[in-house]
T-cell receptor, first 113, second 116 residues
């Protein structure tokens, strides 16, 4: 069964600290993996995309890594800011079909001043 | 561009009532999808469309209908609302995939629906 599991479910850190969010998947075949950021009361917004041949991708203070062999991805946030408080969702596409996109349940990140 | 717009933002229904959630996009995207988001679960696909006049079922289609008469609009109809349909509904659109990079999905702001 195609699944995407994220950990931790929630995380609280102090402003300025770094953190890493985890994503494990069992989706096959694999097309790409995206990380989305979802602010409270808003729709998700794409942060990064990685294909099978890419093992790291950065977007400002966000760095995503992918290990296609172990089917694991991580999202590292550097020097966290209050605006980073949001849910982060790992999304894996099995193919180009609109129906083969599997969402993780997300990690709820709270940044404290 | 307004992107993906959804109306209403909030809605309360009584069991058995019907209603339509509106979704529109101005990016000329061929693919549009409806998802529901429930606490502790990932977004689940309800229905999707790969172009005007073409729709298909997703993972959780029961109790919902869709139509796609134009590229821009993709309404979701609840036929007879049930408490189990209390959720946040997101509409998304994207271009067809181009190779392995796949089309980035653009989401609307969501509709929070409560069925009592």
């Amino acid at each position: 069964k195609n699944q995407v599991e994220q950990s931790p479910q929630s995380l609280i850190i102090l402003e300025g600290k770094n953190c890493t969010l985890q994503c494990n998947y069992t989706v096959s075949p694999f097309s790409n993996l995206r990380w989305y950021k979802q602010d409270t009361g808003r729709g998700p917004v794409s942060l990064t995309i990685m294909t099978f041949s890419e093992n790291t991708k950065s977007n400002g203070r966000y760095t995503a890594t992918l290990d296609a062999d172990t089917k694991q991805s991580s999202l590292h946030i550097t020097a966290s800011q209050l605006s980073d408080s949001a849910s982060y969702i790992c999304v894996v596409s099995a193919d180009s079909s609109a129906s083969k996109i599997i969402f993780g349940s997300g990690t709820r990140l709270s940044i404290r001043p | 561009n307004a992107g993906v717009t959804q109306t209403p933002k909030f809605q309360v229904l009584k069991t058995g009532q019907s209603m339509t959630l509106q979704c529109a996009q101005d990016m000329n995207h061929e693919y549009m999808s409806w998802y529901r988001q429930d606490p502790g679960m990932g977004l689940r696909l309800i229905h999707y469309s790969v172009g005007a006049g073409i729709t298909d079922q997703g993972e959780v289609p029961n109790g919902y209908n869709v139509s796609r008469s134009t590229t821009e609009d993709f309404p979701l109809r609840l036929l007879s609302a049930a408490p189990s349909q209390t959720s946040v509904y997101f509409c998304a659109s994207r271009r067809p995939s181009q190779g392995e990079r796949g089309g980035e999905q653009y989401f609307g702001p969501g509709t929070r629906l409560t069925v009592t």
